[in-house]
């Protein structure tokens, strides 16, 4: 201890800071301060239920073995700091933590070291939740939990089931009046087909059809579906990918892996029937304008046209249909291309054996034959990732199939080939190509030599060296019975489309980017599926009282080893090694069969698609969430038609996947009575992210950051130099990272400054939406300005409280009033940073005077959202025995201290700028001017009487000179 600490027993040291925190924490816990009472169930409250709820949550964290690092609690300090000003509002504020738990990192190091997956995740949620508690975050325990919880992946599957036993009917009324379109059980989906209410798919009654066929026809319409889909396989980490587990090199992010696109017996989830609802209700939320777009771009809804292109080959005749919003341009389809993954060329039989009469040189790709170049071509498209084929700037590839499919607007018969740029992903997996007015299609026609026919009259000096993206008039569009020249882009696209709905080759049509949502993977550490198969392969849902479905442990969690560069290899999901958990006698109704369970496991979104929705009613064991508590924490109410939690702060990373996933989940639930919702988030909040510098030596390597020394040029001019042990390093900035080592922890922030600094500091470091940079020597400005709230209350030596019992006056009472105001209006705008500066400056106006405990008390209280601990401590020295957590926050209640008597009246000289004086609001003109001629600055501008003089008092006076 230094001899200044020890002169000054009391002084606000990191090492008392440290016992104050520990010490309000424990109390809290015990006291259970921060719990909020539902209005039935296990956690209602017997006493009366505030009105005014406030539901605020952060997005849920995975528990990484990493740790935290100074930049994640961003959010989470900023969401407290809300919810402890909102409790002092007078609501009943619900904020908690959970983790969502299931994911690839737990299963791969299980992989790595054979530990079950359950104890390294368990693991990491008790340290996350150790670090968390430190920072004096405020959430209600009791209301905790992981994904991972068997009673919650019970409730999982249960949803799993709901959405199974659902389909879409589009003309049914929705719940809100006069919309149309919702969910409805499968049952009346039955009913409906069989008194003819509802046509089946192929039109015959429904007792015409077999069983097997009955069947079918009801899971054609489920909202949850089996289906074959392109997948990413990693043979290197013997599993399957999600899309952002994907590089853009197409290697794994995870091992840097090669991934390949395999086509795997999926279950998937009818998102698509959503598609204009996620789209429309979108104006409901109060979301940041950048996330609404981008859920709009990635949902992509086009009007166009569907177009019939028929094609012969040795198995007999196919129908191509493309989508496309431009059918004006079809006179210029020269080519067509499919998509690698394309069902047409799954069968080789399709392919023709030789290349046909006519065939180009370029079209071949050196190959003796179709069938060799099209699965050549195939073998290659899987190596690629989906980002590398999209790329515009890419080299076009591809080969001819060998064969031909006529236009329909003109009889020409037009080469279908096979290109990487084309994904099964996007609209039908073919398109017509139009070279001429498509840059993408103009450079495949250039390198394979095809011809480039315009459709629009471009201006007579463009070159024709590019595509014509722009408008222009319609030429060379004309067959015996119709013409388009002459006509403008959207008279003839009606035109055209009118055509070929009589003709019978086409029709109008709407296309969606987003595609139905793929919800297995082949992996051990997910939720189990909640059906099983019958010897047939027939889907059977499991009964409700078989839930949950729980992972059994398995001795192995290696994946089978395989061969990185295999592409032809074949994913074996971890479950399906254990034939006696496969392998299962139930009676499912019609006495005890054998059945098979699913040994795919759902992605981990399924977790996090509903975990809103469990914090409110975490305990209990009949429903997933009581209609009483859903409506009072997220019922519609005025200002919040859409219903959903009052606030939802998370990264913009999960912009698209994540919330469109949830409210897909959520629309459905609403749709079947279960929620008074019909969005799960009301207000969207988007924090920025903690930045630092790295440095590295001259062979490139990573060096420790809190090492490297910092050198100014010795005149003071110019850049920095820096270098670590004596040798000079570079200085980049970015992210934090273990790797890049430059990782600073919450821990050691608390260990050196105390957790108030450190929550401190962040807020104060810039707007919350803004990413800003971490520079820990600054910490070192918020721990002065507790260190001065200390001083200004309590006496250093003694402890005692030193404030006065004498009221605010004069300027004390006015600037008092403006901070409350102030502050009140940037925590409830979300500007923490905005309002500790006007608490550092109020602060700094009583130090060195006699506080008046008023003022003292005050501070204090509006402290305590963002420091909370040591308000806690001032709050019980200053007298009180009580926690300040629902303090009412602090009100004006003399309004004219908030009114300035004063205004800025600029003076100006020949009307520039030239001074600027405070000045009575009520001060008159002859007042103003007379006052204005005496300063200084003004005189030297003036040669004897100004010519004019023009007075707008109070704000301005200009002289003409």
Not at 161 to 176: H, M, T, V
Not at 258 to 280: E, S
Not at 751 to 767: N, V
Request: glycine residues 8%; charged residues 25%.
């Amino acid at each position: 201890m230094s001899s200044e600490a020890a002169a000054l027993p009391y002084r606000y040291t990191a090492e008392l800071a440290n016992k104050i925190e520990a010490k309000w924490q424990e109390r809290w816990e015990k006291e259970e301060t921060f719990n909020a009472p539902n209005p039935v169930g296990d956690l209602a409250t017997s006493g009366e239920l505030p009105k005014e709820s406030f539901y605020l949550l952060d997005m849920f964290p995975y528990p990484s073995g990493k740790g935290l690092h100074v930049g994640h609690p961003l959010g989470f300090i900023a969401t407290d700091t809300i919810a402890r000003y909102q409790r002092m509002q007078g609501k009943n504020v619900l904020y908690t933590m959970g983790y969502d738990a299931f994911g690839l990192p737990a299963e791969q190091y299980a992989v790595q070291t054979g530990q079950h997956p359950r104890i390294t995740t368990e693991e990491n949620i008790e340290n996350m939740r150790r670090q968390l508690r430190r920072l004096g975050l405020s959430h209600e325990k009791r209301r905790s939990f992981a994904t991972t919880d068997v009673d919650y992946m019970r409730w999982t599957q249960w949803i799993f089931l709901q959405i199974f036993n659902s389909w879409y009917d589009p003309e049914a009324p929705g719940r809100k009046a006069g919309t149309r379109g919702r969910a409805r059980p499968i049952s009346e989906l039955i009913a409906g087909y069989k008194d003819g209410s509802i046509s089946t798919p192929d039109g015959r009654e429904w007792a015409e059809l077999n069983k097997a066929e009955q069947e079918q026809a009801v899971n054609s319409r489920r909202l949850a579906y089996i289906d074959f889909a392109p997948v990413n396989w990693c043979p290197g980490l013997g599993t399957v990918l999600a899309n952002e587990e994907v590089t853009a090199e197409g290697r794994s992010e995870r091992g840097n892996y090669p991934v390949f696109k395999r086509n795997l017996r999926q279950w998937m989830m009818r998102i698509t029937d959503y598609a204009d609802r996620l789209v429309m209700d979108l104006d409901m939320v109060d979301w940041p304008e950048k996330v609404r777009l981008m859920q709009r771009n990635w949902i992509g809804k086009s009007i166009g046209a569907e177009v019939a292109f028929v094609l012969q080959h040795a198995a007999g005749s196919e129908t191509l249909r493309v989508f496309t919003t431009r059918p004006d341009t079809l006179f210029g389809a020269t080519f067509m291309v499919v998509s690698p993954e394309h069902p047409l060329l799954q069968e080789a039989e399709n392919i023709p054996a030789n290349w046909p009469a006519g065939t180009r040189t370029p079209w071949t790709g050196g190959y003796s034959n179709p069938q060799e170049a099209v699965h050549a071509y195939q073998k290659q498209a899987a190596r690629k990732s989906d980002m590398d084929r999209s790329a515009l700037d890419k080299e076009k590839t591809g080969v001819f199939t060998g064969l031909y499919a006529k236009n329909p607007v003109n009889g020409k018969e037009i080469p279908v080939f096979t290109a990487d740029y084309v994904m099964m992903g996007y609209g039908t997996g073919a398109i017509m190509a139009v070279p001429a007015h498509d840059q993408r299609d103009f450079d495949f026609a250039k390198k394979f030599d095809l011809d480039i026919i315009p459709t629009m009259q471009a201006p007579a000096d463009f070159d024709g060296e590019s595509a014509w993206v722009e408008d222009g008039v319609i030429i060379n569009s004309a067959n015996a019975d119709i013409s388009l020249n002459g006509l403008g882009i959207s008279e003839g696209k009606k035109l055209i489309t009118d055509w070929m709905e009589k003709q019978g080759c086409g029709k109008e049509s709407i296309s969606y980017r987003l595609r139905d949502w793929l919800f297995s993977r082949q992996r051990y550490w997910g939720e189990p599926f909640p059906i099983v198969y019958d010897a047939d392969g027939n889907v059977h849902a499991l009964p409700e009282q078989m839930l949950p479905i729980e992972l059994p442990d398995i001795p192995d969690y290696s994946p089978r080893s395989y061969d990185p560069d295999d592409a032809d290899s074949q994913p074996e999901p971890p479950l399906g090694r254990l034939t006696d958990w496969v392998r299962v006698r139930l009676d499912l109704g019609d006495g005890e069969k054998e059945y098979f369970r699913d040994t795919n496991t759902m992605p981990n979104w399924a977790g996090s698609c509903w975990y809103e929705l469990r914090y409110l009613d975490p305990h209990n064991h009949q429903e997933f969430v009581a209609s009483e508590n859903e409506a009072y924490w997220m019922g519609p109410k005025a200002g919040k038609e859409s219903g959903g939690t009052d606030l939802y702060v998370g990264g913009v990373e999960h912009a698209v996947l994540h919330l469109l996933y949830a409210r897909f989940w959520h629309k459905v639930l609403y749709d079947l009575g279960y929620v008074s919702s019909c969005e799960p988030f009301h207000k969207l909040f988007n924090q920025g992210y903690v930045q630092a510098y790295a440095y590295t030596d001259s062979r490139g390597q990573y060096v420790p950051a809190d090492e490297v020394e910092e050198q100014m040029p010795a005149d003071g001019e110019g850049e920095p130099t820096f270098t670590w042990k004596g040798q000079t390093v570079y200085r980049e900035y970015g992210k934090m990272g273990k790797s890049l080592k430059n990782i600073v922890t919450p821990d050691e922030m608390c260990a050196t400054y105390g957790a108030d600094t450190f929550r401190l500091y962040e807020m104060s470091m810039g707007p919350l939406d803004i990413s800003r940079p971490w520079e820990t020597r600054a910490v070192i400005g918020s721990q002065r300005f507790l260190q001065r709230l200390w001083r200004n209350i309590i006496d250093e030596e003694s402890g005692k409280v030193i404030v006065t019992e004498e009221a605010p006056e004069g300027e004390t009472a006015k600037l008092l009033a403006r901070t409350i105001a102030g502050v009140q209006d940037d925590y409830g705008q979300m500007h923490i940073n905005t309002a500790i500066a006007k608490l550092i400056m109020f602060n700094n106006h009583l130090t060195g005077m006699a506080v008046p405990r008023a003022a003292a008390e005050a501070l204090v209280i509006m402290v305590a959202p963002v420091a909370p601990h040591i308000a806690e401590e001032l709050w019980e020295l200053l007298g009180h025995t009580t926690s300040l957590a629902r303090v009412p926050f602090p009100e004006v209640s003399d309004k004219s201290l908030l009114v300035d008597n004063t205004v800025t009246c600029v003076v100006q000289v020949q009307g520039k700028v030239r001074d600027r004086l405070e000045v009575p609001r009520d001060i008159s003109a002859a007042d103003l001017q007379a006052q204005a001629l005496a300063s200084p600055r003004i005189q030297q501008f003036l040669d004897g009487e100004p010519r004019k003089i023009i007075v707008r008092e109070p704000k301005l006076i200009n002289f003409v000179i």
